[in-house]
């Protein structure tokens, strides 16, 4: 097996991007569009529960406190996050031994399944306790399956793309991603324009899940016209998705990977999830212009993500990093300073898109950064499981923890841990080798 990347510091300059036939193009760029259709339905599944559990918590969690509510299904929310490191493993190895193809059909019925059950689940007051224990039980399908889905899409979208342009083409990864998120929330701002608020708590919640489940099926059949991108002898090999070969010859790559994606994952979902929830119960803004605002930023960042991946192929995905873990550890806390002293909801989009702008230097280059530093053998297994393990641990707790912390009065505690794992994201940033020593020369 090869040495580790991180081992390894090559001060080479990116190889000129690679010559390809039209219609070669054509068909990696159709590759990457249908990879990322699943990715973006994945993600429009699991995040419309967050975003519409403003609504159909009193459903499941009668409780009188909508921040004990808002606690509930931020805790089932997490414990979808908890089976990521299953997911990441149970996928990766699917991926590196039998195919990314095969890997990327599953996960994206798995999340089908979840969600069509969601939306047809009875509430607490028809049969009870059985209602939250059957919410949690659909979550933690779907974070089994986005467990997966996130390292094989990386890999395979990272592999697929054009030599000279992969931070380009595999920042689409996250432009799917946030377009799943900004689609649940554009959902949700049609829905709140055609129903009112009572309509929406006791049945209309429930289209959104409907929208995804049937998303889902198309994503499944444009997932099916895909080319495998892992060869026979890498899916032969004899440690193939192997978590012993993965710790045993790349320990070092994995544990950096898990190191900058603890604060990667946290400061995301402090500035996307969490963010409608502080701008209604912080800002006390209305649900529907907190909706509005959470859009419109989302877009922005939507928008922003191939800029900034093309950028790390001129300026080196080493540089992106270092770059995003010093401005997060240097603005997060002004800007939610800001943000706390505001009573505009223009002001407030202005401050989240500054925020959402320096997220965007890990965002852009995240599979990339991750799949550069594995072999193909236990590449979506090293990117899913050291992604899964720290999204399950910082991501997913994020918004727990940041309302536990408010009801307990010490909200902005929150924002330096926050600050304090951007730090750790610059430090291990600085272990990144300047030039990755795998796909950098692959065709």
Same mark, same amino acid.
């Given at each position: 097996?090869?040495?580790?990347?991180?081992?390894?510091?090559?001060?080479?300059?990116?190889?000129?991007?690679?010559?390809?036939?039209?219609?070669?193009?054509?068909?990696?760029?159709?590759?990457?569009?249908?990879?990322?259709?699943?990715?973006?339905?994945?993600?429009?599944?699991?995040?419309?529960?967050?975003?519409?559990?403003?609504?159909?918590?009193?459903?499941?969690?009668?409780?009188?406190?909508?921040?004990?509510?808002?606690?509930?299904?931020?805790?089932?929310?997490?414990?979808?996050?908890?089976?990521?490191?299953?997911?990441?493993?149970?996928?990766?190895?699917?991926?590196?031994?039998?195919?990314?193809?095969?890997?990327?059909?599953?996960?994206?019925?798995?999340?089908?399944?979840?969600?069509?059950?969601?939306?047809?689940?009875?509430?607490?007051?028809?049969?009870?306790?059985?209602?939250?224990?059957?919410?949690?039980?659909?979550?933690? &399908?779907?974070?089994?399956?986005?467990?997966?889905?996130?390292?094989?899409?990386?890999?395979?979208?990272?592999?697929?793309?054009?030599?000279?342009?992969?931070?380009?083409?595999?920042?689409?990864?996250? &432009?799917?991603?946030?377009?799943?998120?900004?689609?649940?929330?554009?959902?949700?701002?049609?829905?709140?324009?055609?129903?009112?608020?009572?309509?929406?708590?006791?049945?209309?919640?429930?289209?959104?899940?409907?929208?995804?489940?049937?998303?889902?099926?198309?994503?499944?059949?444009?997932?099916?016209?895909?080319?495998?991108?892992?060869?026979?002898?890498?899916?032969?090999?004899?440690?193939?998705?192997?978590?012993?070969?993965?710790?045993?010859?790349?320990?070092?790559?994995?544990?950096?990977?898990?190191?900058?994606?603890?604060?990667?994952?946290?400061?995301?979902?402090?500035?996307?999830?969490?963010?409608?929830?502080?701008?209604?119960?912080?800002?006390?803004?209305?649900?529907?212009?907190?909706?509005?605002?959470?859009?419109?930023?989302?877009?922005?960042?939507?928008?922003?993500?191939p800029l900034i991946g093309a950028l790390s192929d001129r300026i080196g995905r080493r540089n992106n990093m270092l770059l995003f873990g010093a401005l997060g550890a240097l603005t997060t806390v002004p800007i939610i300073t800001a943000l706390q002293?505001?009573?505009?909801?223009?002001?407030?989009?202005?401050?989240?898109?500054?925020?959402?702008?320096?997220?965007?230097?890990?965002?852009?280059?995240?599979?990339?950064?991750?799949?550069?530093?594995?072999?193909?053998?236990?590449?979506?297994?090293?990117?899913?499981?050291?992604?899964?393990?720290?999204?399950?641990?910082?991501?997913?707790?994020?918004?727990?923890?940041?309302?536990?912390?408010?009801?307990?009065?010490?909200?902005?505690?929150?924002?330096?841990? &926050?600050t304090a794992m951007m730090v750790v994201a610059f430090l291990v940033s600085l272990r990144l080798p300047r030039q990755a020593a795998y796909l950098h020369h692959d065709h």
């Amino acid at each position: 097996m090869q040495p580790s990347p991180v081992t390894a510091a090559p001060t080479v300059d990116e190889p000129p991007p690679r010559s390809y036939t039209p219609q070669e193009k054509r068909h990696r760029v159709f590759a990457i569009m249908a990879a990322s259709s699943g990715n973006l339905v994945e993600w429009f599944d699991f995040y419309v529960y967050a975003f519409s559990a403003l609504y159909f918590a009193p459903a499941f969690f009668p409780k009188s406190d909508p921040t004990a509510q808002l606690l509930n299904t931020a805790g089932v929310f997490a414990a979808g996050f908890l089976m990521r490191p299953i997911g990441g493993w149970l996928f990766g190895r699917i991926a590196d031994r039998y195919g990314r193809k095969r890997s990327l059909l599953i996960s994206v019925a798995m999340m089908c399944a979840g969600s069509l059950v969601i939306a047809c689940l009875p509430t607490y007051a028809a049969i009870g306790a059985w209602a939250p224990f059957l919410l949690l039980v659909c979550r933690l &399908v779907q974070g089994l399956s986005v467990g997966g889905e996130y390292g094989t899409t990386a890999t395979y979208m990272s592999e697929v793309a054009l030599r000279g342009q992969r931070g380009f083409f595999s920042s689409f990864q996250y &432009v799917t991603l946030i377009g799943g998120q900004l689609l649940a929330v554009l959902v949700i701002v049609v829905l709140e324009a055609l129903f009112t608020e009572g309509e929406l708590k006791a049945w209309g919640w429930r289209i959104p899940f409907v929208i995804g489940a049937l998303s889902a099926v198309v994503a499944l059949l444009l997932r099916r016209t895909l080319h495998e991108t892992q060869t026979e002898e890498a899916r032969n090999a004899k440690e193939a998705g192997s978590i012993t070969g993965l710790l045993r010859h790349h320990k070092a790559a994995f544990f950096t990977v898990l190191g900058y994606t603890a604060g990667g994952s946290l400061i995301f979902y402090t500035f996307t999830t969490y963010m409608q929830k502080f701008l209604v119960n912080t800002l006390h803004l209305p649900i529907k212009t907190a909706s509005y605002v959470m859009t419109g930023a989302l877009f922005f960042f939507m928008c922003i993500q191939p800029l900034i991946g093309a950028l790390s192929d001129r300026i080196g995905r080493r540089n992106n990093m270092l770059l995003f873990g010093a401005l997060g550890a240097l603005t997060t806390v002004p800007i939610i300073t800001a943000l706390q002293h505001t009573a505009s909801p223009v002001m407030a989009f202005v401050l989240i898109c500054a925020a959402l702008l320096v997220v965007s230097f890990y965002t852009s280059v995240a599979g990339i950064v991750k799949a550069e530093m594995f072999p193909p053998e236990v590449r979506a297994l090293g990117v899913g499981l050291a992604y899964a393990v720290a999204n399950a641990l910082f991501g997913g707790t994020a918004e727990y923890a940041a309302l536990g912390l408010k009801t307990l009065g010490h909200e902005n505690a929150f924002y330096w841990y &926050v600050t304090a794992m951007m730090v750790v994201a610059f430090l291990v940033s600085l272990r990144l080798p300047r030039q990755a020593a795998y796909l950098h020369h692959d065709h």
